[in-house]
């Protein structure tokens, strides 16, 4: 099961976090955000193993601004969490770069919807519909994605916690497209710096 650490920005748990190999390492550009990882010295993201995505987070940015960002830091995946079109993931995808398209979820999974990004995107991201664009820290209903039907495969995010191990395995059993999960939050001391305790429990569990 794929395990995306998200919200990245202190280096001490950066290099912390990279230790324990996790599939997926985020980080938020996007000046909002209390993870806003925008004066993050490249260097501390270009020293993560080869064997980690490097993913960058954005929010309703232009291309250049995407690709400029993701040249500077080697990042491999761009995360979308904005209102991102089919055809832009489309292009950034023909950057050799991972597209992880963000869907926040209310009361409702839209496959039509959805089935516009069928081909654009590498993955989607079900995360807890907020005005905020996630790091709510809350779960949403995660039987709703029993009514996916897409074959793109999905994360499964939204305030995740340490002691949702038994609930994601189940989660894992019932829905064949969830690849795994997006931590953020719920593991962290502060904004931006991840328990490198709880990442490891929690990885070691699942």
Wanted: aromatic share 8%; charged share 20%; net charge negative.
């Amino acid at each position: 099961m794929l395990i995306k650490v998200c919200g990245l920005s202190a280096p001490q748990s950066i290099c912390g976090i990279s230790g324990l190999q996790p599939s997926v390492m985020g980080f938020i550009f996007y000046p909002p955000s209390p993870r806003n990882a925008c004066s993050l010295s490249p260097a501390i993201v270009k020293s993560i193993p080869d064997g980690i995505e490097r993913a960058g987070v954005f929010v309703n940015s232009c291309i250049r601004q995407i690709l400029d960002t993701a040249e500077r830091y080697s990042l491999t995946a761009v995360q979308l969490h904005g209102e991102e079109t089919p055809e832009m993931c489309s292009q950034l995808r023909l950057s050799n770069l991972k597209v992880i398209k963000a869907i926040g979820v209310n009361e409702s999974l839209d496959n039509k919807h959805l089935g516009e990004f069928e081909g654009a995107v590498d993955m989607f991201v079900f995360d807890t519909a907020t005005a905020g664009y996630g790091g709510s820290g809350r779960k949403f209903d995660w039987t709703k994605l029993k009514d996916y039907s897409l074959s793109t495969p999905f994360l499964l995010s939204g305030g995740i916690g340490p002691e949702d191990v038994e609930a994601v395995h189940q989660a894992a059993a019932v829905l064949p497209r969830m690849a795994g999960v997006d931590i953020n939050s719920r593991f962290e001391i502060n904004p931006g710096n991840k328990s490198i305790e709880l990442v490891k429990a929690f990885m070691e569990a699942m």
